[in-house]
């Protein structure tokens, strides 16, 4: 329930976290495969709108925030280049399964290189992407542009979405919980399509 809990109140988990926790979540998030059950998108934007109302530092957040998703991914590139195909072949656990790798890979087929920046934006897809880019030995150099581009499209586009609402909209704290569940839906709706699909295609 906690993490549920989190998960929709961000606010509180960035208030006890403070500008260290966001930045350390984001990496954990995109460089670990074990943190894929972190609410990326939702922490971003809700920790944009407390730099708004002078909570933490906004201009810290732009540039940790953004290092880390390049740290993160650059980490899990390693991760699946070093490992490689043994991560097909390993059993899951509490904090691995195999389909979300699977996923990431099909999606990477479908997207190619765009996989780098679009996963950005899906949960699960955001933290297992890298891992599969080293696993197909895309070019390193070719992964950091990709990176790079779309670790600042997600970081800095997320937290000014959050800084601009809190600076703009009057008594904007109201408007906070309603936007995290949004981002949380539209998030989803990816996994959604694609559980669909398999349904109807087993159908």
Same mark, same amino acid.
């Given at each position: 329930m ?23 979540? @984001? ?6 495969? +074990?943190? +894929?059950f ?37 980490? #899990? !590139?390693?991760? #699946? ?26 999606? !990477? ?5 765009? &996989? @780098? ?10 933290? +297992? ?11 390193y150099? &070719?992964?950091?542009?990709?990176? @790079? ?16 609402? #809190?600076a703009? @909209? ?20 990816? &996994? ?12």
């Amino acid at each position: 329930m906690e993490f549920f809990h989190a998960l929709l109140e961000p606010q509180a988990l960035i208030m006890t976290l403070g500008t260290l926790g966001v930045i350390g979540i @984001i990496f954990v998030e995109t460089g670990l495969f +074990f943190g +894929f059950f972190f609410p990326g998108d939702s922490l971003l934007f809700t920790a944009g709108f407390l730099a708004s109302q002078g909570y933490i530092s906004f201009s810290w957040l732009l540039v940790g925030t953004f290092l880390a998703a390049i740290i993160g991914d650059s980490v #899990g !590139y390693a991760f #699946g280049k070093k490992i490689g195909p043994a991560l097909f072949s390993r059993e899951d656990s509490v904090i691995f399964n195999k389909k979300h790798i699977t996923t990431a890979q099909h999606f !990477y087929e479908k997207h190619g290189r765009k &996989t @780098i920046i679009l996963a950005r934006f899906i949960p699960i897809i955001r933290t +297992f992407a890298p891992i599969v880019a080293g696993v197909g030995a895309m070019p390193y150099g &070719t992964f950091v542009l990709f990176n @790079i581009i779309g670790a600042f499209i997600w970081t800095w586009g997320m937290l000014w979405l959050g800084y601009g609402l #809190g600076a703009l @909209i009057p008594n904007p704290d109201r408007y906070v919980l309603p936007i995290v569940i949004a981002i949380i839906l539209v998030s989803a709706v990816p &996994t959604f399509i694609k559980l669909c699909r398999e349904y109807l295609a087993r159908s």
